[in-house]
């Protein structure tokens, strides 16, 4: 028969293979990666394929070998790994390389797949010898080959075994650490980049006056094309002609493209991710949907996480159900558990049913909680309140079935039943997958751009991002969004500082060197070794799919063979005894029957027979000689029939237990699978801005240069000319730097209301009377025209505040801190002595605070960046015996503790000082309309939740996620909550948002430390309305809810909360401040 034609049989496909060898070994990996990758997606049907495979894992294996980077490292082992686990014919290079995986990070997985490799490798038989001398001459080198890789295999075996052994007791795990230190130690000691080579150009951009440094930030894009042609010719002109094109086009820097010879590009991650899963084998899932594991629903994970899991009086309780039935029905139920029943004072079972709690909340978290394990618990009552005579109609209708409360009627030998049960579920695999994670962050981490870069209306200016003019540290600019501005009205207000942007200007660490360079080259290196390792992932999930499978058909043997008991039994009622067929003997006699057929079902058959009769403890899959097995079952003939059935169902117990942890092995790997599809998306992404940072550099330290130069020679400019005008308040514009980007207030989307970063000396920040230039004289002037709605409502909302005023009116000495301002002095004491009501007043007052913060907030500055403006400005209020108002009623002092769940660290983190917490709005919509009845509450802590640390491995951690506890011993007389808005939010989602809201919380269940039931509520918020420099402030007075005017402290009656709620429906009001005050206070 005639051999089915090979790639290697191909001339130019034997080229391409040996060009890619001679390409990796002169040091251009990523162009032999490129060859190997192109050759595997076109050959993927050959018979030889495993032969590339092979190629690319030695190709992976040696920059594996190269690299210095311990994450990285692993992530070229782990898809080297990948690729020798494609084909059976590199089952010993797959040995070696689980070995290498399992060394590294002490992983007892790998290890022991180590070892099914190599023991695999072992039972393959010699090829057939022939009497041919040609024949027996490759026989005899056969056998020479196989006798030193045996012996190999058998080392690595032995080696594996010993190292499986050593981690049981612990005595890896110093070695491992003594390893990690000491690379930390050495990627500390890496050179820093040599500083001031440019002096003259730092001394230059000092003496450059505020107006020709913002100028700078307007880059030509005609200007810049020019200059590209010069350097790159016409090639370099065409591909940045291409890039701007796009961004006018898509408004957007960043794309994903997959790195593979398809190609394609994708406008967001989630069609980059359906790509990868459905073109290049990064998912796997059964053909039948019914097959799929499925992760329990929302509904249920609520109900699990939010319950009280109190013992429940189960005497008290069934009488009810029996004899009140009517009753039971009506009770009212929240997230799954009704308060009306009668409780059990039980320790051992309420500590029991806590630990239930943990290990099921924990699986949710995981997300590794499978339906068939919750269903497999809710048995257990289900079996309960059957032995106490309660129906099942009864159960459904007390609600008992659709809930874990049922779990908390159960006695503690049923409970701990349960425990040892979930105590069997794996939690975590030791399969270095954060690895890779961290992998990915460090290489994208050091290109990843920190810099907007936006356009003017007309496209024919680059804008950079003012931010680069107080700091060549900006926060990272994700997102990569294109924004039209004016420029001159861009960079109005943006400070021009110190010298940082010529650091900037010469950090070369986050462009492309290389220009034009093919974006498919970017990252293929890693891209590679992470899609390798998403597929063996996906293969191992495959794996596990079919041993379920297998676990169920042997059940389904099992269910076959208690059938044939049942059917006996029914055969007996006609029958003497005498002429009764034992179980075991009827057992036999079917599987001589069967045993001709050679069918999977006949071998299984046969296999759980065999099982049943020697009273095996666990299932076994082997399929060993009939004849041998047969012999075996006939001298078994003669067991009771009892010791049959309690062995078939003792089987049949082990089988269904053994399926469904299969089930939760299959959601772990799942998850690993999932991180690492993460991971080769963010790989995918590609920033245009990488390429147009590394040309606009080059063009503007090549113009600055030129200038710096020329100006030099004829002395038009002087160091000193810049200082001039922010010399007369330099406080002044430290706080604008502060507050002139909404990053440096808002830590994160869910996070805190920072604390200023900088010290502000609150003596500077105010009009100085008889010191101030006439240009600030000037500028204050125009300020007391204007006005300011967001500080308008702001300080409304703080007015309603009661413990505000109380503190305010204690003595404060007749010498205060000095250099009060005298407009908040003022202010307090009008406030104080309530003059501040009267007609005309606080509009005067606010004119001034206006004035006093005018270069501190602008006229666009939201809400939230306000407020903190506010509470910088009052710290001032304090004197020698008193701390400052600001930290005695607005500072929250909150201690992160962190309890690794794997090695058991307990790292101390130092306490952090907030004004509050920052959470995103659609995130408390999303979690309201996907929670349903849920307060407002959980659902903070539910976000909360989300935010987790990592085991630092510099201190001797190991590295993985872990939850956080948040803590705090102190609470602040007031609580604030800020929200963060799209800007395109619709009425119904602000109505959604809004009503999701409480007006009265227990901050309790947010914070560890607490007393139960430490409630605040709500007294006044501060919304933006439909125009963004449009705010409201509502506030609670007199049992009503009150939307107050412009420049006046009055307003208009808007009703109750449910009215609050309508009313920023329709108004569309976005609550952007919740003043949250002790609930004793609120009431008073």
Known sequence: MEQPYTFLQDV?????????????????????????EDMILVNKEDKNIWFLHAEQGYMLKKLSDKTDNFDVDFTFLLGSVGCFSEDVKLLRSCAHGFYSLAHQIESVMYYKKCLKKAKQVLSVSNPNEDSGSSVAQMSLRWKAHKSKTDKDLESLIKNAESKIALIKTGGLKDLLEEECESEDLESKNSPEPAKNEFKSLRSFWLGLDVKVKRDFMKVSVAKLISFVEGVHERPGRNALEKILDSAREDRKWTFWMCRTKCSKKFSSAEECKSHLESEHAADFKPLKEEDRIKRIGKDWARKILVGGWEPVDTVAAVEMIKNRLAAVKAFSYKNGWSKEWPLAVDEERSKLLKEIKFFLGMFCDLKILPCSVRDCVMQYPLRHFGELEVSKQSLVDSHLVETPQSICFLDCHELNQILNFLKRIKSERDDGIDLVSRAVDSILCSTQVKEKIDFDPQFSLLLLDRRLLKSNNPPFDDEGTINVFDPNVHYAKAPAQGDDIISWLTDYNSVEKTFPRPIREYNLDIWVAVLRAVQFTCRTLETKYAKKVQVFNYYVALTDVEDLCISEDERRRNLQEDQWNSYASLLCDRCEERVPGNSLTNKLFVCAVRDVLEGALYLTFDFPDFEECLNLIRGRK????????????????????????????????????????????????????????????????????????????????????????????????KVEEDSMEPDATLSRETGRLEISSNTVNREEVMPREESQSEHLESTLGEAATRYNSALDMTLKALLNIQILKEDLMQPFQDHPEEHVPPALRNFFTAFVSDVINNEGVYSCLLRDLLSSLEEVISMSSGAAEVLVAILEFWHCWKNAKRESLVTRLFTLEENERMSCRKCRKKPNYPEQSSYGIVMAADSIRDLKCALGNIE??????????????????????????????????KCPPIFIIVLEWEKSDTEKEIFDTTKALDWEIDISRLYEGLEPKTNYRLVSMVGCGEEEAEHVCIVYEKNCWVNLRRDALTGEDVGNWKSVVKFCGEKKVRPEILFYEAAARSMS
Do not use: W
């Open 12 to 36: 130019e496909s034997v080229k391409l293979h040996e060009k890619a060898k001679e390409l990796f070994a002169n040091g251009d990996h990523i162009k032999a990666l490129e060859i190997i």
């Open 638 to 733: 003669g067991l009771s029939d009892d010791i049959v059935l309690k062995s078939i169902d003792s089987l049949k117990s082990v089988a269904t237990s053994k399926g469904i942890l299969i089930d939760s092995k299959i959601l772990l790997v799942d998850n690993s699978r999932i991180s690492l599809l993460n991971d080769l998306t963010r790989l995918s992404v590609f920033d245009n801005r990488t390429y147009i940072l590394e040309l606009l550099k080059k063009f503007l330290l090549k113009t600055s240069t030129s200038t710096s130069s020329s100006l030099s020679k004829t002395g038009e400019h002087k160091p000193s000319d810049i200082l001039e005008p922010e010399s007369t308040s330099p406080s002044l514009g």
């Open 936 to 969: 407002f509450v959980d659902i903070l802590k539910v976000i909360q939740m989300e935010y987790k640390m990592l085991c630092d491995v510099k201190t001797g951690g190991c590295g993985i996620t872990n939850f956080v506890h948040h803590i705090i011993s």
